[in-house]
């Protein structure tokens, strides 16, 4: 079929890299990008690490460092606007303010919004977030702030700027790079987490090297099972399982993220509540999804990846996915993560959490620097670099090749094996 | 336009890289080194599409 008219919904980098790729795939028709925020595309894993952890106060001059060049796909953008509702069978996208948009081909890149602990708050619609998290006090304040959008970013680097005491609810990479930030603008913070924090992500080993730094670093990490809101005369009280009150002047949580699937009830195309793809991003042969939205077969079963370069990469095999059917090649995610607080930086190749302690070690030349990489019980590999400064195709090659593909020059010797705890 | 890069804000992840191997590259050591800081044309959407992929927001583009 010729594809004439591509409607993207979703305007974050997914939406973006969709756009570029159609273009560069050769696509030369009407194309058109539905997105609910108001701004360009920006560097979503920059507010919660650069951004708060800068000195530089200045909203303004924050929004506009993490905001991305102007777009060069030349699409009709309508920013600002939500879809509301789709007719797969008259391929019609339903706006809200009731426009319509017709299409050949549908790129869903949507994304997700923070949940929300408070229950029946949510902000509804794709990329609802960021609007009055939690729902308000009675003085008008939100319950819990979240960090998803770019004004999430700049409210709570506001309201710590006068160094609250804060809690953190959530022992995932987002909440504990909240409670870094949070730290490091001076503030007491207590995290809350029924879990070792990060160890759902990365394993045992990494999680031990970070909680062991934030602790250092004066971060309170609180179990005590699931944590509820209570509101409270002059703020919020959070109350967790094992009856442990905790208060503070702010509560921020971070417990995950919702894809932003509304708008598509009633489309007949979710399955069990979620929307998955094949290997070429499709839901459809004329309906391509990408991004914290969209559920894709890995080599670890079906997942949904919502991180920066998962979004990049399933959009650039979408778009292709769209244009050229079972023409076009298939997936084949590689994992990336990283993530940096408590004076910590790591970047991870590979499919985490890793089981135990690495199968090889190495420090690098300044102190605290280490290289590591685990065997995986499925043969593949995964490459952790702590402060260490290495180019990432480097780490990937250490992921798939192992130690050996560090010093190509060297005879492959096995490498000595680590101290185990 | 000029390919400006806030060095202690680049982590090495090198995105932009794959986006733009003309006009930039990783070193050894994991630091970017911007091979082509002026450009134009086809080069100037490589080098907004570097700038875009960056998930630090360490790259910017200015006028030359």
């Known amino acids: 079929m010729t594809m004439r008219r591509i409607v993207v919904v979703g305007n974050g980098i997914a939406g973006l890299t969709a756009c570029d790729s159609l273009r560069s795939a050769g696509f030369d028709g009407e194309l058109t990008v539905v997105g609910s925020e108001r701004h360009h595309p920006y560097s979503r894993p920059a507010l919660s690490k650069a951004l708060l952890h800068g000195v530089n106060g200045n909203s303004d001059d924050a929004l506009q460092a993490h905001e991305l060049p102007e777009p060069t796909h030349d699409a009709t953008e309508l920013l600002g606007v939500s879809a509301t509702g789709l007719d797969p069978d008259a391929r019609l996208v339903r706006l809200d303010g009731g426009g319509e948009l017709p299409y050949d081909g549908l790129v869903i890149a949507s994304g997700s919004r923070a949940k929300l602990l408070a229950s029946g708050h949510g902000g509804a619609g794709q990329g609802g977030a960021g609007q009055g998290g939690g729902g308000p006090q009675q003085d008008g304040s939100p319950r819990e702030l979240t960090l998803r959008t770019i004004e ?25 790079e909240v409670a870094s930030g949070c730290l490091h603008m001076g503030c007491e913070v207590t995290l809350v987490s029924d879990v070792k924090p990060l160890s759902r992500q990365l394993g045992g080993h990494l999680a031990d090297i970070f909680t062991s730094a934030a602790i250092q670093r004066g971060l309170r990490v609180v179990g005590g099972g699931k944590a509820r809101l209570v509101d ?9 399982a094992d009856g442990t009150e905790l208060h503070a002047d702010l509560v921020v949580t971070a417990v995950g993220d919702e894809p ?25 042969p004329e309906i391509v999804a990408a991004g914290d939205v969209a559920f894709f077969p890995t080599r670890r079963g079906v997942q949904r990846v919502p991180l920066w370069t998962s979004a990049i990469d399933q959009a650039k095999v979408a778009a292709v996915g769209l244009l050229q059917g079972d023409a076009a090649p298939e997936f084949n995610f590689q994992p990336y993560f990283w993530t940096e607080g408590f004076g910590l930086s790591l970047k991870a190749v590979g499919f985490t959490p890793v089981a135990g302690e690495p199968d090889f070690c190495e420090p690098g030349a300044e102190s605290g620097s280490l290289l590591l990489r685990w065997d995986n019980p499925d043969g593949a590999g995964t490459a952790a670099a702590l402060n260490y400064r290495i180019p990432v195709p480097k780490l990937r090659r250490l992921a798939d090749a192992g130690p050996a593909a560090l010093r ?5 010797l096995h490498p000595p094996a680590p101290a185990r705890a | 336009m000029r390919i400006e890069l806030d060095r202690p804000r680049c982590e090495g992840h090198g995105l932009c890289e794959e986006a733009a191997p003309k006009l930039m590259h990783l070193d050894d050591d994991g630091e970017l080194v911007i091979d082509v800081p002026e450009v134009d044309g086809a080069d100037l959407d490589a080098a907004k599409a570097a700038v875009r992929v960056c998930p630090v927001a360490a790259l910017r583009l200015a006028a030359a």
């Open chain 1, 152 to 176: 999430d970013a700049i409210l709570l680097k506001e309201r710590v700027a006068s160094r609250p005491s804060v809690i953190v609810i959530g022992g995932g990479p987002l909440g504990m």
């Open chain 1, 232 to 240: 409270h005369g002059t703020g919020t009280r959070v109350v967790l």
């Open chain 1, 260 to 284: 932003n699937i509304d708008w598509l009830a009633g489309s007949n195309l979710l399955t069990d509540g979620a929307l998955r793809v094949d290997s070429r991003g499709r839901v459809r």
């Open chain 1, 408 to 412: 190509p020059a060297a005879p492959a």
